[in-house]
């Protein structure tokens, strides 16, 4: 089981910091991914990270403002959102990835969370 928290309200130009954690202890063997979705609107990808955190990569539309790391100790991997714009708004949904490979939107998942609502306002 994957569970998000961290989501809320915030004003345009603010930060969040979503989180993402499990209990499995095979947590570290996979990377992992973090998507978006708006209501009536496709699931939209926002980043993964290697298993090991060494490897990420960004859609362009968060890039230099949004960094995504792992706890491997701790089984969690958080998402740092800054200068967050109302666009952001969305359910943030974490996820265990397969076949991953870096550099490339995931295809293939395992467990996804439930999903954290992140709200910006103008």
């Known amino acids: 089981q994957l569970v998000e928290s961290g989501g809320g309200l915030v004003q345009a130009g603010g930060s969040l910091r979503l989180s993402c954690s499990t209990s499995d202890h095979t947590f570290s063997t996979y990377a992992m991914a973090w998507f978006r979705q708006v209501p009536g609107k496709e699931r939209e990808f926002v980043c993964t990270?290697?298993?090991?955190?060494?490897?990420?990569f960004y859609a362009d539309s968060v890039k230099g403002r949004f960094t995504v790391a792992r706890d491997n100790a701790k089984n969690t991997m958080s998402l740092q959102m800054n200068s967050l714009k109302p666009e952001d708004t969305a359910m943030y949904y974490c996820?265990?990835?397969?076949?991953?490979?870096?550099?490339?939107?995931?295809?293939?998942?395992?467990?996804w969370g439930q999903g954290t609502q992140v709200t910006v306002s103008s």
């Open positions: 990270i290697s298993w090991s955190g060494g490897a990420t």
């Open positions: 996820a265990v990835v397969f076949g991953y490979s870096d550099n490339e939107v995931p295809r293939e998942f395992g467990l």
